[in-house]
């Protein structure tokens, strides 16, 4: 017993851990949708290939819970003629060939990235070759009007954790991945908390 509490003791001296922060990019944006109406349609979201099977099912879930049978993913929807990609930020004419070709009336546009990843979510860096780093990702969530092909919501989350220069041999982190999640679940929060449901 004695043994464990004084490991335990000397793991909390030579550990470091780092505390990811989440910041909201358009400060702006101070009205979410009303989801109460309407068919939506969700594009493919927009991820790195190890996390978007996970970020696309955790989108699906959400919006499922906000409009039950209302959003149809974009590759379920019957009979579309639509470009292979559709680009955040798409222009007039593409929303409004959208609302043609579709005759839905919102569009949901979902662009994960890792911007940047220095280290793991353990580094074990010796703290004299540490020279610091950090891990970032972003979640960008838009939604469109197709009726009058315009956006009504559009919010970026960022989230990072740093790799702090000090006397510690191991540091506990979240990855880009979880970072990913983790501003996915802000934003999704965010929506949810400005929206009519």
């Not at 990609?85 to 949901?108: A, H, Q, S, W, Y």
């Not at 510690?168 to 880009?176: A, L, M």
């Not at 979880?178 to 996915?184: D, F």
Request: charged letters at 25%; aromatic letters at 8%.
């Amino acid at each position: 017993m004695k043994k464990c509490f004084v490991l335990f003791v000397v793991s909390v001296f030579v550990v470091s851990c780092s505390i990811p922060k989440y910041v909201f990019d358009n400060k702006g944006q101070s009205t979410g949708v009303d989801f109460t109406t309407g068919k939506w349609l969700l594009n493919n979201v927009d991820a790195p290939s190890n996390v978007e099977n996970q970020l696309t099912a955790l989108v699906l879930k959400d919006f499922k819970g906000f409009l039950n049978d209302r959003v149809i993913p974009i590759n379920e929807a019957k009979g579309l003629l639509l470009p292979r990609k559709i680009n955040v930020n798409p222009d007039k004419k593409t929303l409004e060939d959208l609302k043609k070709g579709t005759n839905f009336n919102f569009f949901i546009n979902i662009k994960a990235s890792k911007t940047k990843e220095d280290f793991g979510s353990v580094d074990l860096t010796p703290s004299r070759f540490n020279d610091g780093g950090m891990n970032q990702s972003e979640v960008l969530l838009e939604v469109y009007d197709l009726n009058i092909a315009e956006i009504i919501y559009s919010q970026r989350v960022i989230g990072s954790t740093e790799l702090s220069q000090d006397n510690q041999d191991v540091h506990i982190s979240k990855s880009s991945q979880s970072l990913l999640i983790g501003a996915y679940k802000k934003l999704i929060k965010d929506i949810e908390k400005k929206s009519i449901k």
